[in-house]
């Protein structure tokens, strides 16, 4: 939904991965041809070199068929990243924090933290900096991730947003070298992050030889009074593989490790008066 956005861009960038990502073949001149504006024009829009037009934007609305607040709202986005007036900047700020359904701050960026957690290469890509020699870009990393160059570049911008990478004079640093993620995150955002981890562990299986993963399980019989333990075991294994990582003369991959510990069996329905 556009209100969930304070950047158009980062609203054309989404509509645009969702429909590569239902459609692989599906492309940004795929998407430029449906919003009738050139392919280069789109690209450079969608990069931040140049800026979208009202007379565009009212093809793009059109073509996403928005509703009316929705569009007053798109057409105010574009409006505002346009101005280079401050006090106007202000006035258009006022707009969109009163069009939007919810009277959130208009910079609130819970939905980019919600969204960085969610998609699962976010985390390699803060951490491929640790690869030496390694030139980040949102190609490069697209290319050794396998993901779209758009999903690449989002992630990248959004990163920056978080304040978890920095952009100057045309180079990325990193200023963050991991994320911590607390117990208040939405349990949705933690539920497609681990699927997501999880069907790239199965990628693996198919694709990565016994030389370059490793995959195991054990079943046993367990009581549940025990978990806090169990967690104390299962935190120390990360912690001594990330003190491992952290040792490694010259890193080149990264690698993902994930632990699931979880009940096989269904739990038993007592009787009524019985525990």
Not at 38 to 49: F, T
Not at 117 to 126: E, L, S, T, V
Not at 152 to 160: H, I, P, W
Not at 181 to 191: G, K
Request: a positive charge; charged letters at 30%; proline letters at 3%.
């Amino acid at each position: 939904m556009v209100f969930d956005y304070v950047s158009y861009r980062d609203f054309l960038r989404n509509v645009l991965n969702q429909r590569i990502e239902k459609n692989h073949s599906y492309s940004m001149r795929s998407f430029a041809q449906q919003m009738n504006i050139p392919p280069s024009l789109i690209s450079q829009i969608l990069r931040g070199k140049r800026n979208l037009t009202l007379g565009n934007a009212e093809r793009v609305v059109e073509k996403l068929s928005l509703k009316d607040k929705e569009r007053d709202y798109f057409f105010t986005l574009v409006q505002y990243e346009n101005s280079k007036n401050l006090k106007i900047k202000e006035v258009l700020r006022e707009r969109l924090q009163d069009i939007r359904p919810e009277k959130k701050e208009i910079f609130d960026l819970s939905l980019d933290t919600f969204q960085m957690i969610a998609r699962w290469y976010h985390h390699p890509i803060i951490q491929i900096f640790g690869i030496p020699g390694f030139k980040v870009s949102a190609a490069s990393i697209a290319k050794r991730l396998g993901i779209h160059v758009s999903q690449a570049q989002e992630a990248l911008d959004r990163l920056v947003k978080l304040e978890i990478l920095k952009y100057e004079d045309g180079k990325y640093s990193r200023l963050q070298s991991s994320t911590y993620v607390e117990s208040f995150v939405p349990n949705d955002a933690l539920r497609a992050f681990h699927k997501e981890m999880l069907a790239k562990a199965i990628e693996s299986v198919e694709e990565q030889n016994n030389t370059e993963r490793f995959l195991g399980s054990e079943t046993f019989c367990f009581n549940p009074e025990d978990l806090e333990d169990a967690n104390e075991i299962m935190k120390n294994c990360f912690k001594s593989l990330v003190r491992l990582a952290a040792k490694s003369k010259s890193p080149n991959e990264v690698y993902q490790v994930g632990i699931q510990f979880f009940r096989l069996t269904k739990k038993e329905k007592h009787k009524k008066g019985e525990r």
